[in-house]
């Protein structure tokens, strides 16, 4: 009978988690830098706000700093579009 | 997006090597740079204008951080650190516009080997980035062993317990080199194909923007890493300092 087929099949149908994988990749990968670019914003705002002329000073270190959190984020991407390509 | 692949595809083969779309991004980039300087440095005149005169304040923007880290060293590494951050910066730029794109409602042109998209931006494919973290890599290593000898370098790459630590620390830099450019590039490059998809007109233009700036802050970040990290493997070796850089 058609259904008990279909039922067979069904079975025989390994699930595959990779999708799950890839998206638990870059959701829990982003948590850590999402933190570390708000602490970094964070406390230039508070040094911009004690010190408005030390903005031009702060605004390359900040940038560049921001690129490294924002890196291992990055990295749990790549991860992510690894798994995505696969399975 | 569909047409999309993570792994460069062939445009055409050159004596049996592949040449993929990135590969030819590169290329163009360099042609590109190497245009620019011809004209730039055509007619040189004392005090410069035009071209000149803002290629100048270029190269003197990059020659600024290289003495100010490393002194009057600095201006040896100017070369690679300003070549690095002048060829990703216009292959980053580059790589935004529509002919770069990649996707097959963008692109689909047969006469490539695989059959899709002849241009992607340059910095979107690992080999690409992973090349120049190699020549980082091994510049800084030969830097370091020309100027503290080999002995050191082995005392240095063996520092421990555990002695493997610092040898991880060393193979860490190049591949997270590599993988911050490649994945940030290529994160804008789905980024731009899936947002022009979505909503063709204007709001891809805002996503350009983001890019031109992601651009720009990558191709610094990999500059300055590289200054960092020669401007660190030149300092000649005393204890003191080699506690202060761990």
């Known amino acids: 009978m058609e259904l008990a087929q279909l039922a067979v099949q069904a079975q025989q149908v390994q699930p595959s988690f990779t999708p799950l994988a890839a998206g638990l990749a870059i959701g829990l990968g982003a948590i850590g830098p999402g933190i570390g670019v708000g602490l970094g914003v964070a406390k230039a705002m508070e040094a911009i706000g004690r010190n408005p002329e030390a903005t031009g000073t702060l605004f390359l270190p900040l940038i560049i700093g921001l690129a490294f959190a924002e890196a291992i984020a990055i990295y749990a991407l790549i991860i992510a579009f690894l798994l995505f390509g696969r399975a | ?246």
């Open chain 2, 1 to 246: 997006m569909e047409g999309f692949h993570l792994q460069a595809p062939v445009v055409f083969y050159l004596a049996g090597i592949p040449v993929t779309n990135t590969i030819l991004a590169a290329w163009l980039a360099m042609a590109v740079l190497i245009v620019v300087s011809l004209l730039a440095t055509r007619n040189m005149k004392l005090i410069p204008s035009g071209l000149q005169n803002f290629m100048e304040f270029a190269v003197e923007a990059l020659l600024s951080p290289c003495e100010q880290f490393a002194g009057a060293r600095g201006r040896s590494f100017l070369p690679l650190v300003g070549t690095l951050f002048f060829f990703i910066v216009t292959a980053n730029w580059m790589g935004i516009l529509p002919l770069w794109a990649e996707s097959d409602w963008v692109h689909h042109v047969e006469w490539t080997a695989e059959h899709t998209a002849p241009l992607r931006s340059a910095n979107s494919d690992l080999n690409v980035t992973a090349a120049m973290a190699v020549i980082v890599f091994l510049w800084v290593h030969a830097s370091f062993i020309r100027t503290n000898g080999l002995w050191a370098w082995i005392k240095h790459l063996t520092w421990g317990p555990p002695p493997v630590l610092e040898l991880i620390s060393e193979i860490a830099r190049p591949v997270s080199l590599a993988l911050r450019l490649f994945g940030n590039i290529l994160a804008g490059e789905v980024l731009l194909l899936v947002m022009s998809g979505l909503v063709p007109f204007a709001v891809p233009a805002l996503f350009m923007g983001f890019e031109l700036f992601v651009g720009i802050v990558q191709a610094l970040i990999f500059a300055i890493l590289t200054l960092a990290f020669l401007s660190l493997a030149t300092t000649s070796h005393g204890e003191e300092e080699h506690a202060a850089a761990h």
